[in-house]
């Protein structure tokens, strides 16, 4: 069994690749200066903390110890120590005193660790010279939290060595120095266990904050990654618009350019809420279809495409995609070859199209050979790692147009799919023929070698048992085309210059205002008070940030979804750091085991064995890509199991969150090992005489209080840490964690606790670990909600991203079908000269009525396209009978979409009368309109409401639509060859108001309309209903004019308007109008046959 084996997700999320891809576009200097912005915010979170912590113990000593003469000091080293840390980081908390020297942010934060340690040791020395208290301390955990996550120091080394060095320092100081100076004997305090377990906790320490710097970075770079290309996807959007704009309106003038750019852009939105089938082959349907059974289909792709398109300049992208496909269409003239069209980096043709020609397989294969010739020159000319992947197959298509207006030239069939496998499973540099291309070579001459094994294994290619070989370029290029480069050019060298200065400068801009942490303290009291009042409560909900500011949730709901379920390509780190914080607490639990609890092994050894069972299958892959990464490599069964289950894991919620609450679970039932291997009663009964008779009692017949603390504050650590678990919940179980440690040290062990170490003179050792505590969780909280912000942010920003992307799309592909289906090739000749402008022709109205039509549940595969001209045959046949009055025009097919208007032609200046009126459906509802009329209004019709008559005609034409589709429904239901084919049903939107009509173009001319009422007949038929015809505000209006009713149906999310009423035009279950006139008989006579029943009744 062979997998694909696919790491490119996961390498987006390494810190090398993030480093190395900011090296490559250019913007580590940016990414430098918006990390000390970081570190300026950290550094300002750590100050108030700091000072926060340092008032709540001064706090506490004040008012919790019998005897202040001994900790006045204990307040004024501290409260000094907190002014003299404000004033050395003070500068670094300002991001514009922020020093670009590195060692101008390392001087400031070494000297403030500096005198925290120093005062800290100091006031032990003080306290065991001056009074003889031999006290403890909690700061080494303090201080080496703050120095990985608030200190302005970059990179990951500098804070590493500085955490080292406090660990070594704090160590060394109570190892050797209360040892050899102290009550207890320097054999007793350096045993191998006491000092392992010690040496255990720094080394945690320091992989927690060395963990949480490559994490920051890692996400910090995504979020600065993310950012940067989410400005040049604008950048690039505002660009290719411009062409776009620049493009049309050298074709047609301005005043009808732009609604001939909105209604491209409006068609290519519709098609994407078809995703079944390709764009090409939805936009406008078949009028006539050709089989061609003898022709050679070439695909050809560009390799490396997606690299060119992030290191090169849209300019210079646009103009290597133009020379190439300059030369490929010289090319496919030279060697008879049809093309059909280049979409992006795929082009593909067809020989023996046009005009049958024997020998068009060998056309196909000598015109890829040439492409490959091409490239080859490119490449060494411009320098770039291209290539090119060229897929030839032979077989029969259907080719035809797809509608009446804007004409499209496409292929269908099992044999171009073919032909475009065999490009995408191809290799780069040759071409990937099949076997009956080859075949039909005459006489051949090519080099052949067997396929690929992707073709091998590819489904629709085995379905249709295909062989596949490979042909290698010639050793000797062929003759290339010359072109003339020059006119290739799109701008010159002096304005390329210019627009690169531009989004320099727009970028760095953009950079500066990127945010740098969560909301601060001042908008945390604007929210509080905004609350009050109506209107600013109203006004506050219109200008509040998309993220809270405590648990920092989406306000959104769709964006939380989405954020919470995103795959965790970061969680093989996670379950790493478990793994380490576990084995850990087991060799600790370990280390103090007393032998009362027999379980404690078998818990330590399924802690560990089951945290290693998820470290292996979470680093399996990444050893796998470190190992054969730069080679092919067939992985076995086993191998491809423990693939999809650690993409199962990394991809499902559910299944990150019951890991972290193991993890979480496993930790606690090594605590509570502990816990129940310590006899409370025993050691008060030890304890007390101890005191009693002036012996040392055994201390390692318990637990150690502050051992089992510094235990605490690393699962606290490590449940706030783990990665792409909800925020909300993570601060949940670490308050939880600490609530009930905090309720174990003060009711089940407090005795325990009580007589253990404490941090100043008559300081109770309950407050001292509560306080270790209570300030792990909130410099773990900031620290998190920092990183959880950054995590939200980026996100947010990717979605944009992906929103920029596809609006960049659509512009992309309105400039194809502009280039390609707006104007023939001839005609785009003719376009460049003078002449092409003075055959335009545009003409504005002041009233049209304009109608989309669509089917839905319609598949467009081969069998229904015959089907569906027969539908359209319909729908044109009773359009002769509007047509011939010159009432209603059919303006094109898009996919599935009929679209028409009434009022186009200027002869068109009166209401309609019987006599004019031909078809039965216009003199029947004109009739019963004006029935409907005379009731409620007596006078005759204005000129502006003659008008308005064409859209009474043209929803009369709708629903003869409905009519006949009805007909054919049940038609085709009668029929058992097509009854499971065809299965159609149809929405029709109608909207009125100012239109523009033109032709585009000179020998081969488009006619079209453009105008917002055009737009907006789109929007009614997409959000509209199966069997109804919507209809805007003022459309019903009119309607409701001439007698018929229109229900309204609410308020509808219209794209590029916004939320809008829309109505339905009553229609019956026979497919009849529903009159105002009428329904008010109607309901008169219902209730007049009420009042008889009652009376009779009576």
């Known amino acids: ?97 922020v020093p670009k020297l590195r060692c101008k942010l390392y001087l400031p934060s070494v000297l403030a660790v500096v005198f925290m340690v120093f005062s800290d040791l100091s006031l032990n020395l003080y306290h065991y010279y001056m009074d003889d208290w031999i006290i403890g301390s909690f700061f080494d955990t303090y201080i080496l939290f703050t120095i990985y996550m608030f200190l302005p120091i970059p990179y990951i080394l500098p804070p590493l ?20 100076k102290h009550r207890y004997e320097m054999a007793n305090v350096t045993h191998f266990n006491y000092m392992s377990v010690e040496l255990s906790h720094q080394f945690c320490l320091n992989l927690y904050g060395t963990f949480f710097r490559i994490m920051r970075e890692i996400i910090v770079r995504s979020s600065f ?56 082959t939805r936009r406008d349907r078949i009028m006539a279809i050709q089989i061609h059974p003898d022709v050679s289909i070439l695909y050809a792709d560009i390799v490396n495409y997606t690299y060119l398109t992030t290191t090169l300049t849209v300019k210079k992208l646009v103009a290597l995609l133009h020379e190439l496909y300059a030369r490929f269409d010289m090319a496919a003239s030279r060697y008879t070859v049809q093309r059909i069209k280049f979409l992006g980096d795929c082009y593909y043709c067809v020989a023996g199209l046009t005009r049958p020609d024997p020998d068009h ?129 799109i701008i010159d060298s002096e304005t390329e210059l210019e627009q690169q200065s531009s989004v320099g400068l727009e970028l760095r801009e953009e950079f500066q205002k990127m945010p740098v942490g969560p909301v601060s303290l001042r908008e945390n009291f604007k929210e509080i008070f905004n609350l009050w009042g109506k209107n600013r409560h109203k006004e506050y909900i219109r200008t509040r940030p998309v993220i809270g500011i405590y648990l920092l949730h989406f306000r ?73 990464s730069t080679q092919d490599h067939k992985y076995s069964r086993i191998s491809c199991c423990l693939f999809r289950v650690a993409e199962s894991i990394q991809r499902s919620l559910i299944k990150r969150i019951g890991i972290y609450m193991y993890t979480i679970i496993a930790y606690f039932g090594i605590i509570s090992v502990m816990l129940m291997d310590c006899d409370r009663e025993e050691y008060e009964v030890v304890h007390i005489e101890s005191k009693l008779y002036h012996y040392e009692p ?97 996100y ?43 055959e335009l022709y545009y003409e504005d109205y002041a009233m049209v009525a304009v109608m989309f039509a669509s089917l839905h549940n319609f598949e467009l595969d081969l069998p229904n396209l015959r089907v569906l001209n027969e539908i359209i045959s319909e729908f044109d046949r009773i359009l002769s009978y509007y047509r011939d009055d010159y009432l209603v025009e059919k303006i094109k097919i898009v996919g599935c979409t009929y679209m028409a208007a009434c009022g186009l032609d200027l002869r068109f200046s009166s209401v309609i009368s019987q006599e004019r009126t031909t078809h039965e459906s216009v003199i029947q509802e004109v009739l019963r309109a004006r029935r409907s009329i005379s009731v409620f209004r007596k006078d005759k019709f204005a000129s502006s409401e003659k008008k308005e008559e064409v859209v009474f005609v043209l929803t009369t034409f709708a629903l003869d639509l409905m009519r006949t589709l009805w007909t054919c429904n049940n038609d085709y239901k009668n029929l058992p060859v097509d009854r499971d084919v065809f299965s159609a049903d149809m929405s029709i939107g109608i909207s009125s108001g100012e239109v523009m009509a033109g032709v585009v173009g000179a020998s081969q001319v488009h006619y079209d309309i453009w105008g917002n009422a055009v737009n907006m007949a789109s929007r009614m038929d997409s959000t509209g209903l199966a069997g109804q015809i919507q209809v805007t505000e003022e459309t019903a209006e009119m309607l409701r004019k001439y007698g018929l009713e229109c229900n309204y149906r609410g308020m509808t999310f219209v794209k590029g308007r916004g939320i809008l009423p829309t109505y339905f035009v009553g229609i019956d279950e026979n497919y009849e109008f529903k009159y105002i006139y009428e329904s008010r008989h109607q309901d008169s006579d219902d209730s007049k046959s009420k009042q008889t029943s009652s009376e009779k009744d009576a």
């Open 1 to 97: 069994m062979k997998c694909q084996f696919d790491y490119s997700k996961e390498v987006r999320w390494e810190r090398n690749f993030l480093k190395k891809k900011c090296k490559e576009i250019g913007v580590e200097k940016e990414f430098t200066e918006y990390q000390m912005r970081l570190s300026a915010n950290y550094v300002g979170v750590f100050l108030l903390l700091h000072l926060a912590f340092t008032v709540l113990h001064c706090v506490l000593l004040l008012t919790t110890c019998m005897d202040r003469d001994k900790i006045y000091i204990d307040v004024g080293f501290y409260t000094v120590s907190a002014a003299v840390v404000t004033l050395i980081l003070w500068p670094n908390a300002n991001p514009s005193c």
């Open 161 to 180: 060595a500085l955490g080292i060095s406090v660990s070594v320092l704090y160590t060394s100081y109570f190892v050797i120095y209360l040892a050899s």
């Open 225 to 280: 990654l993310d950012r940067q290309q989410y400005v040049m996807q604008d950048i690039w959007l505002r660009s290719a618009r411009a062409q776009e704009k620049l493009f049309l309106h050298s074709i047609l003038p301005p005043q009808i350019a732009q609604p001939i750019q909105e209604d491209i852009r409006n068609r290519i939105k519709f098609s994407e809420k078809h995703r079944n089938t390709p764009l090409n």
């Open 361 to 489: 397989a060998r056309c196909c294969l000598d015109f890829g050979l040439c492409m490959i010739d091409n490239i080859r020159e490119v490449r060494a000319k411009e320098k770039l790692e291209i290539d090119i992947r060229v897929g030839v197959h032979s077989g029969a298509l259907c080719a035809g147009v797809l509608g009446a207006a804007k004409l499209q030239y496409d292929i269908w069939g099992s044999d171009v799919v073919i032909a475009n496998r065999l490009e995408g499973t191809g290799v780069p540099g040759h071409i990937h023929t099949s076997e009956r291309t080859l075949q039909m070579v005459i006489e051949p001459t090519y080099t052949v070698q067997p396929g690929t094994e992707k073709a091998r294994n590819d489904p629709f290619l085995q379905k249709h048992n295909v062989v596949t070989y490979l042909i290698p370029p010639n050793v000797k290029p062929r003759a290339v085309i010359d072109l003339d480069f020059v006119s290739v050019r």
């Open 556 to 628: 959104d709901p769709r964006l939380e979804y989405g954020y919470m379920h995103q795959p965790d390509y970061m969680l093989k780190y996670s379950i790493l750091l478990a793994w380490v914080f576990g084995l850990t607490l087991s060799y600790i639990q370990y280390a103090h085991d007393t032998g009362m609890v027999k379980l404690g092994i078998i818990v330590d050894g399924v802690v560990i064995l089951s945290l290693s069972i998820l470290l292996f299958l979470t680093w399996y892959k990444k050893l796998c890509f470190l190992r054969y």
């Open 698 to 794: 055994d201390m390692n017949m318990c637990f150690h209080p502050w051992m089992l603390t510094n235990m605490m504050c690393l699962i606290i650590g490590m449940s706030l840490i783990f990665t792409r678990i909800p925020f909300m919940m993570k601060v949940v179980v670490s308050a939880l964690e600490a609530l009930t440690y905090m309720i174990i040290l003060f009711f089940q062990y407090g005795y325990i606790v009580h007589h253990s170490l404490t941090t100043n003179p008559y300081f109770e050792a309950e407050y001292a670990h509560c306080l270790l505590v209570i300030i792990t969780l909130l410099s773990l909280y900031f620290k998190e909600r920092q990183t959880e912000f950054n995590n939200k942010i980026n």
């Open 796 to 838: 947010k920003w990717r979605e944009e991203l992906l929103k920029k992307q596809h609006d960049a799309l659509i512009a992309d592909q309105s400039i194809t079908i502009l280039l390609h289906n707006i104007l023939p090739a001839h005609v785009a000749n003719v376009y460049l000269t003078s002449l092409a402008r003075h």
